[in-house]
């Protein structure tokens, strides 16, 4: 008998790692020891982010990608579990799970240390999405194989896509030219073009829909022959971290719903906003009413 398809509002594809968290008063020194005021360990990652924050908001969320099979990345997978995540592409192997080590000071800067030597991408057959239907396709960049060898069939199908672009590395320049929308970092932007107004325009020849998000300052966009800012939502800065996942997520689960344009932008905003306020990328996502709470009124 014929499995039935997987129906899904928003499939993340791309980097699962796990987070440790130092709240710290200042960013340590050279050969300077310090000592943490608070600790939380929890899952993490661009896309694996991305998914729980969809799921959280109330929507079908999977991710796809890798996670060693060892200790922390049982610890992970139970957790996109409790969170209502599908994780049926999600590929457990020898390789060890990736650690990043998170330093957050008072002000909510961070600085961070990932470690994943051993892990490397997936091959372009690694996974099969024959028994998936997404309604949308969130890439992070950090599987450039595995999304590379997908977006043929994704853009066969009309389904649409997102890429969450962060830095400028092997992933996000191969896939920057392939999505619907190209939701990318300030520091993206000026990798790629020296500041922000040039890479809205240069990006928009390659990319229908641009967004540069630009922290607590807002984000800027270019849609056709349109093109605007949105401030972000003011809310007490307690860590960034995971912040721009919680964007990704949201966004691509707003475009999921066909929502309008700038509340698609507002979506995202509240998301990431939200992320800010508490301690920790996973334990900052919002829930689907304090969401729904920030949307709706635009202010906590």
């Given at each position: 008998?014929?499995?039935?398809?997987?129906?899904?509002?928003?499939?993340?594809?791309?980097?699962?790692?796990?987070?440790?968290?130092?709240?710290?008063?200042?960013?340590?020194?050279?050969?300077?020891?310090?000592?943490?005021?608070?600790?939380?360990?929890?899952?993490?990652?661009?896309?694996?982010?991305?998914?729980?924050?969809?799921?959280?908001?109330?929507?079908?969320?999977?991710?796809?990608?890798?996670?060693?099979?060892?200790?922390?990345?049982?610890?992970?997978?139970?957790?996109?579990?409790?969170?209502?995540?599908?994780?049926?592409?999600?590929?457990?192997?020898?390789?060890?799970?990736?650690?990043?080590?998170?330093?957050?000071?008072?002000?909510?800067?961070?600085?961070?240390?990932?470690?994943?030597?051993?892990?490397?991408?997936?091959?372009?057959?690694?996974?099969?999405?024959?028994?998936?239907?997404?309604?949308?396709?969130?890439?992070?960049?950090?599987?450039?194989?595995?999304?590379?060898?997908?977006?043929?069939?994704?853009?066969?199908?009309?389904?649409?896509?997102?890429?969450?672009?962060?830095?400028?590395h092997e992933g996000t320049e191969a896939l920057m030219t392939q999505v619907d929308y190209l939701v990318c970092s300030e520091k993206?932007?000026?990798?790629?073009?020296?500041?922000?107004?040039?890479?809205?325009?240069?990006?928009?020849?390659?990319?229908?829909?641009?967004?540069?998000?630009?922290?607590?300052?807002?984000?800027?966009?270019?849609?056709?022959?349109?093109?605007?800012?949105?401030?972000?939502?003011?809310?007490?800065?307690?860590?960034?971290?995971?912040?721009?996942?919680?964007?990704?997520?949201?966004?691509?689960?707003?475009?999921?719903?066909?929502?309008?344009?700038?509340?698609?932008?507002?979506?995202?905003?509240?998301?990431?906003?939200?992320?800010?306020?508490?301690?920790?990328?996973r334990p900052g996502l919002p829930t689907r009413e304090e969401h729904r709470r920030l949307f709706e009124q635009g202010r906590l």
């Amino acid at each position: 008998m014929t499995k039935p398809l997987i129906e899904v509002d928003v499939l993340c594809i791309g980097h699962a790692s796990y987070d440790l968290v130092f709240s710290v008063d200042h960013h340590p020194a050279a050969d300077e020891k310090t000592f943490a005021t608070g600790f939380i360990d929890c899952g993490g990652g661009p896309a694996a982010n991305a998914a729980v924050t969809a799921a959280n908001l109330g929507f079908k969320a999977a991710f796809a990608g890798y996670l060693g099979a060892d200790f922390y990345g049982d610890k992970h997978l139970q957790e996109l579990i409790a969170h209502g995540v599908d994780t049926g592409l999600t590929l457990r192997g020898p390789a060890p799970t990736p650690i990043s080590a998170v330093l957050v000071k008072p002000d909510g800067k961070r600085a961070l240390v990932n470690y994943k030597i051993g892990t490397h991408p997936l091959p372009a057959d690694a996974l099969d999405f024959s028994r998936i239907n997404p309604k949308v396709v969130l890439f992070d960049g950090h599987e450039p194989q595995v999304s590379a060898a997908y977006c043929p069939t994704l853009r066969a199908q009309k389904i649409p896509t997102v890429l969450d672009a962060g830095s400028l590395h092997e992933g996000t320049e191969a896939l920057m030219t392939q999505v619907d929308y190209l939701v990318c970092s300030e520091k993206f932007a000026v990798q790629v073009a020296g500041s922000v107004a040039s890479a809205l325009a240069q990006l928009a020849q390659v990319a229908p829909n641009v967004v540069i998000t630009l922290g607590e300052r807002g984000l800027f966009w270019r849609r056709g022959g349109e093109q605007g800012f949105m401030p972000a939502f003011e809310v007490p800065d307690v860590d960034s971290t995971g912040a721009g996942d919680a964007f990704h997520g949201a966004f691509a689960a707003a475009v999921s719903q066909r929502m309008a344009w700038p509340d698609v932008l507002r979506y995202a905003s509240a998301a990431g906003a939200l992320c800010c306020t508490k301690m920790g990328a996973r334990p900052g996502l919002p829930t689907r009413e304090e969401h729904r709470r920030l949307f709706e009124q635009g202010r906590l």
